[in-house]
């Protein structure tokens, strides 16, 4: 099993609606980190959090510790907002490292 | 303030030859990490650098291999290529590094081809 899974895979939704993307980890982590990234490879760092919910434009972040999970969610989705948005974790234990989840490959048609 | 320079943007090279790519932290950061992208595998990290120290490495044979200078600059350098090195290469660079949740900063990335 990997330490970092997120859901879904793949998501198609229509301009204007509620997207989350989820992401388990199983991992003792410092912090989580999501990510997007757009055709052409550039990442972006959109969150890093390691308790609560942070909050930008919208897009919100939310985390819960003792449940090891955390969502991304997009509200008025928007074409511009297709890419793949990706989480990872630093990990607290052992060795200090990122773990990368597998990408959710968002779609917003107009 | 500028932010995380990679170069070269592209490369191609024959198996068995070495590349060494570079990094530019933003200004002021002391940590920089890699990663390997492939379509199969994902991202995967290779390794940190923080202070000129190696400070962590991911599951990567030693052809692997990196170097930070005392302006944080970075090299990645890979020996005796593959067709499995074929891959898109990040950096990113941050305050404290990786492990004590410092916001990261990515370069654009080199891609990687092996012939």
């Known amino acids: 099993k990997n330490e970092v899974e997120q859901s879904p895979q793949n998501l198609t939704a229509q301009e204007g609606e509620f997207i989350t993307i989820n992401c388990s980890y199983s991992v003792g982590i410092s912090a989580l980190h999501w990510l997007q990234q757009h055709p052409g490879g550039g990442i972006v760092s959109l969150f890093m959090?390691?308790?609560g919910k942070k909050k930008h434009g919208r897009l919100i972040a939310t985390i819960n510790i003792q449940e090891k999970h955390s969502s991304l969610h997009i509200t008025a989705s928007h074409p511009r907002d297709s890419a793949v948005y990706i989480c990872a974790v630093g990990s607290s234990e052992g060795a200090q490292k990122l773990v990368f989840g597998q990408g959710t490959r968002l779609t917003i048609n107009p | 303030k500028a932010g995380v320079t990679q170069t070269p943007r592209y490369l191609i090279k024959t198996r068995g030859q070495q590349v060494t790519l570079s990094c530019s932290p933003i200004s002021g950061h002391r940590s920089v990490s890699w990663y390997q992208q492939t379509p199969g595998q994902g991202l995967q990290f290779l390794f940190e650098?923080?202070?000129?120290?190696q400070r962590n490495k991911g599951n990567f044979p030693g052809r692997f291999s990196g170097r930070q200078f005392s302006n944080s600059r970075s090299e990645m350098n890979v020996s005796t290529l593959e067709l499995g090195d074929s891959a898109l290469y990040l950096c990113a660079s941050s305050l404290w590094g990786t492990g004590v949740g410092s916001p990261l900063h990515f370069g654009n990335g080199t891609r990687l081809t092996v012939t």
């Open positions: 959090l390691s308790s």
């Open positions: 650098y923080f202070s000129e120290t």
